[in-house]
């Protein structure tokens, strides 16, 4: 087997438990909170990316959780800056709209944006690795597969080649296989409600599970 070093985390994220895609996605995000939390602060592309666009609640709390408060307080400082420098007073209702729109030209993530980049790259290799390399069809069709990123390794299917139908089928085997256990352990954890199963104890990693399984981003 070649271990090539750009498919390297992929192959240790489909020998991990969960959705593989997910692990690569959460590894990614992390070291992009880390790099915003670092002295690329004060890089300038950097700033003005983040000054431009901001970041999302979700990537915010995780930076405010950081060890870096104040290259965070710096980050914010300007960023209220660049959106102050862009407020104005509208004279009616339909200059207002305009300007509410343009607004939200700059309302997004830069953590987000980074990641919605990068992750097709890894849908792709997915495909390419399944096609190429002899010892990953197997792990590919045991992964657990979120419902998320499995519709984004269905749009990759091209790039399985002549490999594709195949590929297709294993991703729908294992989500099939995992949706059907899902409703086994949902159905379990209802049923331990009933007053016929007085006593019984539902499964606490149920719902978690199916959650992990089922919600989408």
């Known amino acids: 087997m070649q271990y090539h070093i750009q498919t390297a985390p992929l192959w240790d994220a489909y ?34 990316a983040s000054n431009d666009k901001g970041f999302c609640k979700k990537h915010i ?14 980050q914010l ?12 007073a509208p004279t009616d209702k339909k200059s207002a709209k305009k300007f509410a729109d343009k607004l939200k030209a700059h309302r997004g993530c830069v953590i987000c944006d980074a990641l919605d980049e990068l992750m097709p790259r890894y849908y792709m290799t997915v495909a ?8 990953f069809p197997e792990l ?10 499995a519709i984004e390794l269905y749009a990759a299917a091209e790039f399985a080649g ?13 989500l099939k296989r995992d949706l059907k256990r899902t409703e086994s352990e949902l159905r379990d954890f209802a ?3 009933d007053h016929k199963n007085a006593g019984s104890r539902p499964d606490p990693t149920a719902i978690p599970r199916a959650i992990k399984l089922l919600i989408t981003k």
Request: aromatic share 10%.
């Open 128 to 135: 390419q690795m399944y096609s190429n390399e002899p010892e």
């Open 140 to 149: 590919f069709l045991n992964a657990e597969h979120c419902l998320s990123h």
């Open 191 to 193: 049923d331990c409600f």
């Open 15 to 48: 020998r991990e438990d969960g959705c593989p895609i997910c692990r690569l996605y959460g590894m990614r995000e992390d070291k992009l909170i880390s790099q915003y939390l670092s002295d690329n602060v004060m890089d300038p592309d950097f700033r003005v």
């Open 61 to 74: 709390d995780m930076m405010y959780g950081g060890q870096n408060k104040l290259g965070l307080a710096l």
């Open 162 to 174: 002549k490999s594709a139908q195949a590929y297709c089928a294993a991703l729908s085997y294992s």
């Open 77 to 88: 400082e300007t960023r209220a800056a660049a959106v102050n420098a862009l407020i104005k």
